[in-house]
Each structure stands twice: as C-alpha cells, then as structure tokens.
C-alpha cells in the first residue's frame, strides 16, 4: 500500500519561500510511468495542480506558477519537495502530494498524502 506524507512548515511569511517534502514509502518515485504532483487547494476554492516530477526526473509546472515553482526530488529518500518562492496571502492553501497516473495524465491521481495546511502571514 503507497502511502505520502507531507511535511514542512504550517506558516510562512510573504515574500519568503514555502518549502514542503512529500515522502513516499510502499513503492519507489522511480517506478515507471508514474509522476508525482504537488496540488493544493485555497480556502473556499477548488483544487489547482501545481507540477509534478516523473518517475525519470522530468519536471512540468502549472503555466500560471512556472515562475515561482521548482519541484525536485531524492531518490536515496524517496521524498519529493516543492519550492514555491515569493510568497503571498494568496498561496495560503491546503498543499497535497499526490501520485499522478501517467506523465500524459498528470491531473489524475490514484494516491494522495493527507494534505498540510500552509498559512502566509506576516
């Protein structure tokens, strides 16, 4: 059974950068064809998909946040993270990792973490 979990500070202040880690265990982020994605979710808003990093390293972003996000990984802990930089009240969310189908699919998920709060506030 796969299981994600997010980790990482609950409150960042504006302007400074937002630094989550996904930590994956039950199955390895190299697995063939998978990728993994970073998605949160804004108080009274829906879901918004952030990026992703597949199974062989490639990244893709969110064209509305290519500019302030870089999603890595390491695979020797099997943890991927999300920097989004230059934040704002407006990132304050719920922020998930997730397991995207394929790498031709990424808005579709077949496991989640439980999901982090993540506040920007002065």
């Known amino acids: 059974q796969l299981q994600l979990q997010e980790s990482g500070p609950g409150l960042v202040k504006p302007s400074q950068m937002l630094s989550l880690t996904c930590t994956v265990s039950?199955?390895?982020?190299?697995?063939?064809?998978?990728?993994w994605s970073w998605i949160r979710q804004p108080p009274g808003k829906g879901l918004e998909w952030m990026g992703a990093?597949?199974?062989?390293?490639?990244?893709y972003y969110s064209p509305s946040l290519k500019s302030r996000t870089s999603i890595s990984r390491d695979t020797s802990k099997n943890q991927f993270s999300l920097q989004l930089s230059s934040v704002t009240p407006e990132d304050t969310a719920v922020y998930y990792c997730?397991?995207?189908?394929?790498?031709?699919?990424?808005?579709?998920?077949?496991?989640w973490g439980q999901g982090t709060q993540v506040t920007v506030s002065s």
């Open positions: 039950g199955g390895s982020i190299t697995t063939s064809y998978y990728a």
């Open positions: 997730a397991r995207s189908i394929a790498t031709d699919n990424l808005e579709e998920y077949d496991w």
């Open positions: 990093i597949a199974y062989d390293g490639i990244t």
